[in-house]
């Protein structure tokens, strides 16, 4: 079994920084891609950031220029630094992995609360 491991959520203040990082355990598998979601009350789940396995980053819009994604293959660990936060930010924030495979496997984590205050 895989087991996705979100870490390092918590309550901010708008401005401040924080660093959430995913943790794979389990077998060993090759990972495609490594993608953070957020999911607000009310709202859908959202793609906000993701890492191909050649290192190739993405951003939403939303938070382009103030948060960073990260991978550490020999700590089968993804990171998310969120700088620079605000109220907006405050949602639960998932790690997903897409595998190496034919066809691909998708895992998700439980998620991290992320909780900005003004």
């Known amino acids: 079994q895989v087991q996705l491991v979100e870490s390092g959520g918590g309550l901010v203040q708008a401005g401040g920084s924080l660093r959430v990082s995913c943790a794979a355990s389990?077998?060993?598998?090759?990972?495609?891609?490594t993608g953070w979601y957020r999911q607000a009350p009310g709202n859908q789940r959202e793609l906000i950031a993701n890492v191909s396995s050649g290192g190739v980053t993405h951003y939403a819009d939303s938070v382009k220029g103030r948060f960073t994604v990260s991978r550490d293959n020999a700590k089968n660990t993804v990171y998310l630094q969120m700088n620079s936060l605000k109220p907006e930010d405050t949602a639960v924030y998932y790690c997903?992995?897409?595998?190496?495979?034919?066809?691909?496997?998708?895992?998700w984590g439980q998620g991290t609360q992320v909780t900005v205050s003004s």
């Open positions: 389990g077998r060993v598998f090759k990972i495609d891609a």
């Open positions: 997903n992995v897409k595998t190496d495979d034919s066809p691909p496997d998708y895992y």
